[in-house]
């Protein structure tokens, strides 16, 4: 019986062939499902971002702001943001389909973060839009001390919603606990001080009601005088 030396070479390397092709065929599939997932998401972002800063500018949410530079307005912040936790998102998935977990984690935990910073600038933009609205509220009023009640509710209504943006971002960032205690300290030395203009600001008022209660007792006895 003829012994075949070849095979027990052979087949070994057969073997590695057949491995070596599986293995390329699985990544090139990882690789051209990844370029796809890149692809739609690429696409995707685009449409949401330009959708959302259409939708932002029909709303003229700038106007309230009143911030004049196109690469500062929120608008377009927002847009951005949201174009790229799209993006981020599908590179995300992408990674994990090429088995690269460092990367499909760290993006991961980027894109769960993301909707905080984006959750504090829609906190500080409408933060900021009730501020201007109170402060001209106030100010319209042309009572004793309005330009400085306008602006002390102005800067506390801002502050409010610096506090409550920073506390949506997380301890991570800042020491919250410190923006709190910062915060009970204001809304007392604000208490304070509106107690205060509000008694020169009634003083004021009565102050004037008097005088014109005087005047036109005075004007009225004259006229009976002439009478």
């Given at each position: 019986?003829?012994?075949?030396?070849?095979?027990?070479?052979?087949?070994?390397?057969?073997?590695?062939?057949?491995?070596?092709?599986?293995?390329?065929?699985?990544?090139?599939?990882?690789?051209?499902?990844?370029?796809?997932?890149?692809?739609?998401?690429?696409?995707?972002?685009?449409?949401?971002?330009?959708?959302?800063?259409?939708?932002?500018?029909?709303?003229?949410?700038?106007?309230?702001?009143?911030?004049?530079?196109?690469?500062?307005?929120?608008?377009?912040?927002i847009?951005?943001?949201?174009?790229?936790?799209?993006?981020?998102?599908?590179?995300?998935?992408?990674?994990?389909?090429?088995?690269?977990?460092?990367?499909?984690?760290?993006?991961?935990?980027?894109?769960?973060?993301?909707?905080?910073?984006?959750?504090?600038?829609?906190?500080?933009?409408?933060?900021?839009?009730?501020?201007?609205y109170?402060?001209?509220?106030?100010?319209?009023?042309?009572?004793?001390y309005?330009?400085?009640?306008?602006?002390?509710?102005?800067?506390?209504?801002?502050?409010?919603?610096?506090a409550?943006?920073?506390?949506?971002?997380?301890?991570?960032?800042?020491?919250?606990?410190?923006?709190?205690?910062?915060?009970?300290?204001?809304?007392?030395?604000?208490?304070?001080?509106?107690?205060?203009?509000?008694?020169?600001?009634?003083?004021?008022?009565?102050?004037?009601?008097g005088?014109?209660?005087?005047?036109?007792?005075?004007?009225?006895?004259?006229?009976?005088?002439?009478?």
């Open positions: 019986m003829p012994v075949n030396i070849v095979e027990p070479v052979i087949s070994p390397v057969k073997g590695g062939l057949y491995s070596a092709v599986a293995t390329m065929t699985g990544m090139l599939d990882n690789i051209v499902a990844a370029a796809i997932l890149l692809i739609v998401g690429v696409i995707v972002g685009k449409v949401i971002g330009a959708a959302i800063l259409e939708l932002l500018k029909r709303f003229k949410i700038d106007s309230y702001v009143g911030i004049k530079r196109e690469h500062l307005k929120v608008s377009k912040l847009s951005d943001i949201s174009r790229w936790l799209i993006y981020l998102l599908f590179l995300s998935e992408a990674a994990a389909v090429l088995e690269i977990q460092i990367i499909a984690n760290a993006l991961t935990s980027l894109v769960n973060y993301l909707p905080n910073v984006l959750t504090a600038i829609l906190v500080l933009t409408v933060g900021y839009v009730v501020a201007r109170i402060e001209d509220a106030i100010e319209d009023t042309h009572v004793a309005s330009g400085l009640m306008s602006r002390v509710f102005f800067f506390f209504v801002v502050y409010l919603s610096a409550i943006a920073l506390n949506s971002l997380g301890s991570r960032i800042i020491n919250t606990v410190l923006v709190d205690q910062i915060l009970l300290i204001i809304v007392a030395t604000f208490g304070v001080g509106l107690s205060i203009a509000m008694g020169l600001g009634f003083k004021s008022m009565f102050k004037s009601l005088d014109e209660i005087g005047r036109d007792l005075v004007s009225g006895l004259k006229r009976k005088r002439k009478a």
